[in-house]
């Protein structure tokens, strides 16, 4: 080969087919020939998935005998067909005519069904003269199969050969290595060489499919059983390998290969295969049903990361290469996504200057060769010592294959994989790297969507929830929130930290029912609602009890759990009430964890005349106080219990000087299947603790006296400042008066001391504020108190408080 050239596989997709064929059909005939024959539709003809359907036992129905690809379910193909319906299957079977079918044509057909894929195209060719069976494919390619893709379909219809599976029944006994087991009594037949691999004898063998099941290794069961005992045994269960214990030596690797066959007429449903000794099979590297196990893993890969590693796991094994790198197109830029190994040593030293970022001279135009694999758009192979470009080159040395990943009408990428030591490029490496390309760029396509819209449904999310914690008084709080990675709807998961008059702090963490646009904006409503009722100065029980009675009133079919701390930070004291949420966890100082036995009223939104007890809490300085969500704790491998008690365990282990590593920590190896939410804080305890007193004002003609006299009694005994008394004095002496004068009602002077910062507070009945007069004229007999108290403090304002409001002012000595 000339220096730069590429070696590629000769002739065109028909030519390639009938050498692949003929290779296929001249080798002794083996049990998976038919499924072997049925791959070279995925690799020379571009198709997603092929299957053959032919007369079963009643020849009314046509029944899929094999298959290879994506799970049929992805376009709504089925099991099996009326022979005389109008399913495409069906026509083709009957007239004996080839169909090709783009989306307008399937969209019209009678049995269309909906699908979790779209747009693709359906190829049935008939197997010889009518009556025989027919060859289905399906394709994703925009404008269906081209003419060469359509001449290797023909060429691969008239290579299949379907025999009937030969069944016990038939013939009065199985091949050695086959077996039969009925479905409904789970009664077995299994030849010979079966029972020779299980190291049972054929006197001993019971017939039982359990006593084969007893000599499996436990961790390989239950995928033993899902095909063993489902009946609707899907397309990309019928090949399985799994181990076997033996009573001596080691386990022994077994592969499973079988069909299902439905029942009628009074006769069960049979799985019929055969069982073998997987260390004596041809080698995985030339196995081009590799590529079958690497359509299923992508069809699973939600993420680009998924696909990296699915691809990963099916080439650099089986190749034995050095190096793989995935790399997705961005306009006239690749940006690596996958590197394996992870290491920057192993790999270009051009590609350390830019590590895990935009590839050396990013644009592709900067690399010739590259550019021109990603133009022809066909998988391209470098022996050993072939002249490229550093950037190239020196990920392979002994060898280098460019896939380009092509999606549709685009390429969505480029995957590159590199030998160090010189590599003999096989036929089947050849197919199986064309075959991973074309699957590949369809998965990261999709992968990439995914991940654009998961991050666009957890901003969304985010913007819901608090942007950041407020500094507290003698505490410390950190949050985290992780969107859910199945699905892209958005979830109810919230929390709020509140600060309070008093020096309290409410901690509230919720979850609305539901992962919707309706449960995201119901956890807005609800997230507001509580911030509301609590800063107006409610109890604990009565916040929770609001939200219930609003949630009620929204006619909403949704409800929500909750739970709410009001924790006060000057005594070490707390109220926690549950509303059909999760206890709190509190890690001790000492270490010690305790899951709050709080008690609970039902899920807001349930009852109207619901009860929600109050549990008090104590607090010693250093103790952290955990709040969280079901999808931290609960999933389908751990219930709730253990989930609390593993949360728990988690805090204790942890460090709390440094409440953000503890968040993370917890949150390590966290279920994503749901939602998470979680809320931490440490209470420190105040440095300094503020000096209270509070009088209430009776209505009588020396009141606003009282109130004057309380004020300068309470002062001097706290040793305030002359001056700052003066000041005091002028200011509860106008606040009390416009209580008395403009409310009815009970009305409350309140004063703290917090280091040198004295606080006045009147409370009354009103929910009115007070309105600053813009300009009074000489004449005017009012409205000079606000102004006046706005002259001589600090700071002023007011706060809803429960049933009426509070003015306060913060009144600040000089110097």
Same mark, same amino acid.
């Given at each position: 080969?000339?220096?730069g050239?590429?070696?590629?596989?000769?002739?065109?997709?028909?030519?390639?087919?009938?050498?692949?064929?003929a290779?296929?059909?001249?080798?002794?005939?083996?049990?998976?020939?038919?499924?072997?024959?049925?791959?070279?539709?995925?690799?020379?003809?571009?198709?997603?998935?092929?299957?053959?359907?032919?007369?079963?036992?009643?020849?009314?129905?046509?029944?899929?005998?094999?298959?290879?690809?994506?799970?049929?379910?992805?376009?709504?193909?089925?099991?099996?067909?009326?022979?005389?319906?109008?399913?495409?299957?069906?026509?083709?079977?009957?007239?004996?005519?080839?169909?090709?079918?783009?989306?307008?044509?399937?969209?019209?057909?009678?049995?269309?069904?909906?699908?979790?894929?779209?747009?693709?195209?359906l190829?049935?060719?008939?197997?010889?003269?009518?009556?025989?069976?027919?060859?289905?494919?399906?394709?994703?390619?925009?404008?269906?199969f081209?003419?060469?893709?359509?001449?290797?379909?023909?060429?691969?219809?008239?290579?299949?050969?379907?025999?009937?599976?030969?069944?016990?029944?038939?013939?009065?006994?199985?091949?050695?290595?086959?077996?039969?087991?009925?479905?409904?009594?789970?009664?077995?037949?299994?030849?010979?060489?079966?029972?020779?691999?299980?190291?049972?004898?054929?006197?001993?063998?019971?017939?039982?499919?359990?006593?084969?099941?007893?000599?499996?290794?436990?961790?390989?069961?239950?995928?033993?059983?899902?095909?063993?005992?489902?009946?609707?045994?899907?397309?990309?269960?019928?090949?399985?390998?799994?181990?076997?214990?033996?009573?001596?030596?080691?386990?022994?690797?077994?592969?499973?290969?079988?069909?299902?066959?439905?029942?009628?007429d009074?006769?069960?449903?049979?799985?019929?295969?055969?069982?073998?000794?997987?260390?004596?099979?041809?080698?995985?590297?030339?196995?081009?049903?590799?590529?079958?196990?690497l359509?299923?893993?992508?069809?699973?890969?939600?993420?680009?990361?998924?696909?990296?590693?699915?691809?990963?796991?099916?080439?650099?094994?089986?190749?034995h290469?050095?190096?793989?790198?995935?790399?997705?197109?961005?306009?006239?830029?690749?940006?690596?996504?996958?590197?394996?190994?992870?290491?920057?040593?192993?790999?270009?030293?051009?590609?350390?200057?830019?590590?895990?970022?935009?590839?050396?001279?990013?644009?592709?135009?900067?690399?010739?060769?590259?550019?021109?694999?990603?133009?022809?758009?066909?998988?391209?192979?470098?022996?050993?010592?072939?002249?490229?470009?550093?950037?190239?080159?020196?990920?392979?040395?002994?060898?280098?294959?460019?896939?380009?990943?092509?999606?549709?009408?685009?390429?969505?990428?480029?995957?590159?994989?590199g030998?160090?030591?010189?590599?003999?490029?096989?036929?089947?490496?050849?197919?199986?790297?064309?075959?991973?390309?074309?699957?590949?760029g369809?998965?990261?396509?999709?992968?990439?969507?995914?991940?654009?819209?998961?991050?666009?449904?957890?901003?969304?999310?985010?913007?819901?929830?608090?942007?950041?914690?407020?500094?507290?008084?003698?505490?410390?709080?950190?949050?985290?929130?992780?969107?859910?990675?199945?699905?892209?709807?958005?979830?109810?998961?919230?929390?709020?930290?509140?600060?309070?008059?008093?020096?309290?702090?409410?901690?509230?963490?919720?979850?609305?029912?539901?992962?919707?646009?309706?449960?995201?904006?119901?956890?807005?409503?609800?997230?507001?609602?509580?911030?509301?009722?609590?800063?107006?100065?409610?109890?604990?029980?009565?916040v929770?009890a609001?939200?219930?009675?609003?949630?009620?009133?929204m006619?909403t079919?949704?409800?929500?759990?909750?739970?709410?701390v009001?924790?006060?930070?000057?005594?070490?004291?707390?109220?926690?009430?549950?509303?059909?949420?999760?206890?709190?966890?509190?890690?001790?100082?000492?270490?010690?964890?305790?899951?709050?036995?709080?008690?609970?009223?039902?899920?807001l939104g349930?009852?109207?005349?619901?009860?929600?007890?109050?549990?008090?809490?104590?607090?010693?300085?250093?103790?952290?106080?955990?709040?969280?969500?079901?999808?931290?704790?609960?999933?389908?491998?751990?219930?709730?219990?253990?989930?609390?008690?593993?949360?728990a365990?988690?805090?204790?282990?942890?460090?709390?000087?440094?409440?953000?590593?503890?968040?993370?920590?917890?949150?390590?190896?966290?279920?994503?299947?749901?939602?998470?939410a979680?809320?931490?804080?440490?209470?420190?305890?105040?440095?300094?603790?503020?000096?209270?007193?509070?009088?209430?004002?009776?209505?009588?003609?020396?009141?606003?006296?009282?109130?004057?006299?309380?004020?300068?009694?309470?002062?001097?005994?706290?040793?305030?400042?002359?001056?700052?008394?003066?000041?005091?004095?002028?200011?509860?002496?106008?606040?009390?008066?416009?209580?008395?004068?403009?409310?009815?009602?009970?009305?409350?002077?309140?004063?703290?001391?917090? !280091?040198? =910062?004295?606080r &006045?507070? +009147?409370?009354?009945? %009103?929910?009115?504020?007070?309105?600053? @007069?813009? $300009?009074? *004229?000489?004449?005017?007999? !009012?409205? =000079?108190?606000? &102004?006046? +108290?706005?002259?001589? %403090?600090?700071?002023?304002?007011?706060? @809803?408080? $429960?049933? *009426?409001?509070q003015?306060?002012?913060?009144?600040?000595?000089?110097?």
């Amino acid at each position: 080969m000339s220096e730069g050239a590429a070696t590629s596989a000769t002739g065109t997709a028909p030519e390639r087919a009938r050498i692949a064929l003929a290779s296929l059909l001249a080798s002794p005939a083996a049990p998976d020939r038919l499924r072997r024959v049925l791959e070279q539709a995925l690799v020379l003809a571009g198709a997603s998935f092929a299957g053959v359907y032919t007369p079963g036992r009643d020849p009314a129905l046509l029944v899929l005998a094999e298959s290879a690809g994506l799970p049929r379910t992805l376009y709504g193909l089925r099991d099996g067909y009326p022979a005389a319906g109008p399913s495409p299957v069906a026509e083709g079977h009957r007239t004996g005519r080839p169909l090709w079918l783009g989306p307008a044509e399937l969209a019209r057909c009678p049995d269309a069904r909906r699908t979790p894929a779209a747009g693709f195209s359906l190829a049935v060719l008939p197997l010889g003269p009518a009556g025989g069976g027919c060859l289905l494919a399906v394709g994703e390619h925009p404008g269906g199969f081209g003419t060469g893709e359509r001449a290797c379909l023909e060429l691969i219809g008239r290579a299949v050969a379907v025999p009937a599976p030969a069944a016990a029944g038939d013939t009065g006994e199985l091949p050695e290595d086959a077996f039969s087991l009925a479905m409904d009594t789970g009664r077995v037949e299994v030849g010979g060489a079966i029972l020779r691999l299980f190291g049972i004898g054929r006197e001993d063998f019971d017939g039982r499919v359990e006593t084969l099941l007893g000599r499996t290794v436990p961790e390989d069961l239950p995928a033993l059983m899902s095909v063993v005992e489902a009946d609707h045994m899907s397309i990309g269960d019928r090949e399985l390998d799994f181990r076997i214990r033996r009573p001596a030596g080691p386990p022994v690797w077994l592969r499973l290969r079988g069909l299902l066959l439905p029942g009628g007429d009074g006769r069960p449903a049979r799985l019929v295969g055969t069982v073998a000794d997987a260390s004596t099979l041809r080698s995985d590297v030339t196995d081009v049903a590799r590529v079958q196990r690497l359509a299923a893993a992508l069809a699973t890969a939600g993420t680009v990361r998924d696909v990296g590693q699915a691809v990963v796991a099916a080439l650099r094994g089986p190749l034995h290469a050095d190096r793989i790198a995935l790399a997705e197109l961005e306009n006239d830029r690749l940006v690596v996504t996958v590197l394996d190994p992870p290491e920057p040593e192993a790999w270009p030293e051009l590609w350390r200057t830019e590590w895990r970022t935009e590839w050396p001279d990013a644009p592709v135009r900067a690399m010739p060769t590259l550019a021109a694999a990603l133009r022809e758009g066909r998988a391209r192979i470098w022996p050993a010592g072939s002249a490229l470009e550093p950037a190239l080159g020196e990920v392979g040395p002994g060898g280098l294959a460019v896939l380009p990943l092509p999606a549709g009408s685009r390429m969505a990428g480029a995957c590159l994989i590199g030998w160090d030591s010189p590599h003999d490029f096989g036929p089947d490496e050849g197919a199986l790297l064309t075959a991973t390309a074309a699957l590949t760029g369809q998965a990261l396509l999709r992968a990439h969507a995914f991940d654009a819209e998961h991050e666009l449904v957890g901003m969304l999310q985010r913007t819901l929830l608090p942007r950041r914690l407020p500094r507290l008084p003698g505490a410390v709080a950190v949050a985290r929130y992780l969107p859910a990675t199945a699905g892209l709807e958005v979830g109810g998961d919230w929390y709020d930290v509140i600060p309070l008059a008093d020096h309290h702090v409410a901690l509230v963490i919720g979850d609305v029912q539901g992962h919707n646009a309706g449960a995201a904006t119901l956890m807005g409503q609800m997230r507001t609602a509580l911030r509301a009722y609590a800063t107006e100065g409610h109890a604990p029980d009565v916040v929770v009890a609001h939200a219930n009675r609003l949630l009620l009133e929204m006619e909403t079919d949704l409800f929500a759990t909750c739970a709410y701390v009001d924790v006060d930070m000057e005594q070490g004291t707390a109220w926690c009430v549950r509303a059909g949420h999760l206890q709190p966890v509190l890690r001790h100082p000492d270490g010690s964890t305790e899951i709050v036995q709080a008690e609970g009223g039902p899920p807001l939104g349930v009852q109207a005349r619901a009860e929600f007890p109050m549990t008090p809490l104590r607090l010693r300085p250093g103790t952290v106080v955990a709040l969280t969500t079901d999808g931290l704790v609960e999933s389908a491998e751990s219930d709730l219990d253990e989930g609390m008690e593993r949360l728990a365990r988690d805090l204790a282990a942890a460090d709390p000087a440094h409440l953000g590593l503890v968040a993370d920590a917890v949150l390590t190896g966290a279920h994503r299947g749901d939602d998470v939410a979680l809320l931490l804080m440490r209470y420190d305890g105040m440095a300094v603790r503020p000096l209270r007193e509070s009088w209430t004002v009776w209505r009588v003609p020396e009141a606003v006296r009282h109130a004057r006299r309380f004020t300068r009694r309470t002062l001097r005994a706290w040793g305030v400042p002359r001056d700052t008394v003066d000041a005091a004095l002028l200011v509860v002496s106008e606040l009390v008066t416009n209580a008395l004068v403009h409310t009815g009602g009970p009305v409350r002077v309140d004063m703290s001391l917090v !280091g040198h =910062r004295l606080r &006045l507070a +009147v409370a009354d009945s %009103s929910p009115r504020s007070p309105v600053k @007069p813009t $300009s009074i *004229g000489w004449e005017a007999t !009012g409205g =000079r108190g606000i &102004l006046l +108290v706005e002259a001589v %403090s600090a700071a002023w304002g007011t706060v @809803p408080v $429960s049933g *009426g409001k509070q003015v306060w002012a913060d009144l600040v000595p000089a110097g």
